[in-house]
């Protein structure tokens, strides 16, 4: 009983260079979520999936882009990374709007 | 735009003291939830409030969802260690989220 499972868990990155973060959930749910949480600080959301085949901007999308590759999958990409992008990034699903998240264990990203 | 403001942003308390955090919306909000993130974890949901007036309890923990729909609370009685962590509120289908309140607990 995986739930929401995130890869990878810690990366190190050097300016302007692209990385994929993965999130699979298997718990049949439409919606999916990818957040940031910076020290200190609340989760602000980057972009959602409120349903398979849609995607849309949240409070920081800029310099990141995502893929719902299928209803389990949903991808955040960054083309060119930049030392401000350095943070805990977490996905999260739920069956529809008005349920509960449920949380990966993040992924801890430095970017030098 | 909507704003979330959670207060305290940071409580100390003495094992066996009480605990409240507060959430307060700048605008009508249509639902609440509830979720505590410990030391290097993930958030995890607590509860969700709908309701006008609406009080639910889980042990010692004692949720509230403002008359007006614009607050919430969330009060910890006779706090314990297990209790620490961050506490943060998330609002409305958006999921926008507060920015925590985090308590640590003196054993």
């Known amino acids: 009983n995986a739930g929401v499972t995130q890869t990878p868990k810690f990366q190190v990155l050097k300016t302007g260079q692209s990385m994929t973060l993965q999130c699979a959930q298997d718990?049949?749910?439409?919606?999916m979520y990818w957040y940031r949480q910076d020290p200190g600080m609340g989760l602000r959301l980057i972009y959602y999936?409120?349903?398979?085949?849609?995607?849309d901007k949240g409070e920081v999308p800029n310099g990141y882009n995502v893929s719902r590759l299928n209803k389990r999958e949903f991808s955040l990409r960054l083309e060119s990374a930049a030392p401000s992008q350095t943070s805990v990034y977490f996905c999260?699903?739920?069956?529809?709007?008005?349920?509960?998240?449920?949380f990966g264990d993040g992924t801890r990203l430095s970017i030098l | 735009g909507q704003q979330v403001m959670q207060i305290p942003q940071y409580q100390h308390v003495q094992e066996g003291e009480d605990f409240t955090t507060y959430c307060n919306s700048s605008t009508t909000l249509s639902n609440i939830q509830w979720y505590k993130q410990r030391p290097g974890g993930h958030p995890v949901f607590l509860i969700q409030?709908?309701?006008?007036?609406e009080v639910k309890k889980q042990k010692r923990l004692t949720f509230q969802f403002g008359e007006a729909k614009k607050n919430s609370s969330l009060h910890i009685t006779a706090t314990q260690t297990t209790d620490v962590g961050t506490y943060f509120c998330a609002v409305n289908n958006d999921m926008r989220f507060g920015a925590g309140t985090r308590l640590t607990v003196k054993p």
């Open positions: 999260a699903s739920r069956l529809w709007g008005g349920q509960p998240q449920h």
């Open positions: 999936s409120a349903s398979e085949g849609t995607t």
């Open positions: 718990m049949n749910h439409n919606s």
């Open positions: 409030l709908v309701k006008s007036g």
